[in-house]
């Protein structure tokens, strides 16, 4: 198994805490802080995975993210605007464990060359995608990390994005094989996050509410609360 999903998997909190500059708008998310500061709250916090978004349409670049896999041991992965093979071997180059692959954005030969790429390179693919037949469309599933996006990319993630797609989702990506379906995208805090950790995601990807939370130890322990008291309710007779 893939070191990004192992590390994903075992994680008591399995949460992808991603990087980015600014969101769809332009509106900054680090907040005064550099890479680095928001690199080691992550760290304090365990973070099993980190993302980093190196596109530029949210102020990325690829600085960003070779200075987060030269600080840290933890399996990164790198959200761009992957199309090409060339860009796989650079992101191996900089230090990612997984990158990117937008089924919506990619013609439909571009998918499988794409996988192929990143598994020869020792790269996780982590395709994105927002309906059943790009699911069905994915090679070698079960080396995958298939995530939901609830947002869309294509007017830059501007929507409140759409949790409902994760959880009407969750059944196909499970049929399709991958070992680690994640939703991705506008999960705007812990009560959301709990709720699709507990409907089955074996991983979610948080940026903006975790990068614009004011304390992510108070953000952490509610969903620690909230999914000790979903494992409660569960197990109550
Ligand atoms: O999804 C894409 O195709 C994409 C490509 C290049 C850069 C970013 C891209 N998506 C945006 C994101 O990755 C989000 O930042 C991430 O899913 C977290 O979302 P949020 O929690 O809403 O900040």
């Known amino acids: 198994m893939s070191r990004f999903i192992e590390s994903l998997r075992a994680a008591r909190r399995p949460l992808v805490m991603e990087i980015k500059r600014h969101d769809g708008d332009g509106a900054d998310l680090l907040g005064g802080r550099s890479v680095a500061e928001v690199l080691a709250a992550y760290e304090a916090v365990d973070a099993p995975c980190v993302s980093v978004v190196t596109g530029r349409w949210f102020g990325?670049?690829?600085?960003?993210?070779?200075?987060?896999?030269?600080?840290?041991?933890?399996?990164?992965?790198?959200?761009?605007?992957?199309?090409?093979?060339?860009?796989?071997?650079?992101?191996?180059?900089?230090?990612?464990?997984?990158?990117?692959?937008?089924?919506?954005?990619?013609?439909?030969?571009?998918?499988?060359?794409?996988?192929?790429?990143?598994?020869?390179?020792?790269?996780?693919?982590?395709?994105?995608?927002?309906?059943?037949?790009?699911?069905?469309?994915?090679?070698?599933?079960?080396?995958?990390?298939?995530?939901?996006?609830?947002?869309?990319?294509?007017?830059?993630?501007?929507?409140?994005?759409?949790?409902?797609?994760?959880?009407?989702?969750?059944?196909?990506?499970?049929?399709?094989?991958?070992?680690?379906?994640?939703s991705a995208s506008g999960i705007g805090g812990p009560a959301v996050a709990a709720r699709l950790l507990d409907a089955g995601y074996a991983g979610l990807l948080v940026g903006t509410s975790l990068l614009r939370t004011g304390n992510l130890d108070d953000y952490l322990s509610e969903l620690d609360g909230r999914l000790a008291d979903a494992t409660a309710v569960e197990g109550t007779p």
């Open 60 to 182: 990325g670049t690829e600085d960003m993210l070779r200075e987060v896999a030269e600080r840290t041991d933890r399996p990164v992965l790198q959200k761009d605007f992957i199309t090409r093979r060339d860009q796989v071997a650079r992101a191996a180059d900089l230090g990612a464990s997984a990158v990117l692959l937008t089924a919506g954005l990619l013609p439909r030969t571009s998918m499988p060359v794409l996988v192929e790429a990143c598994l020869s390179a020792g790269l996780t693919p982590f395709v994105e995608v927002t309906g059943e037949a790009e699911i069905d469309a994915v090679p070698h599933a079960d080396e995958c990390v298939i995530a939901v996006n609830n947002k869309d990319i294509r007017t830059r993630e501007r929507d409140a994005g759409d949790i409902g797609r994760s959880l009407r989702l969750l059944p196909a990506l499970v049929r399709g094989g991958t070992r680690c379906p994640v």
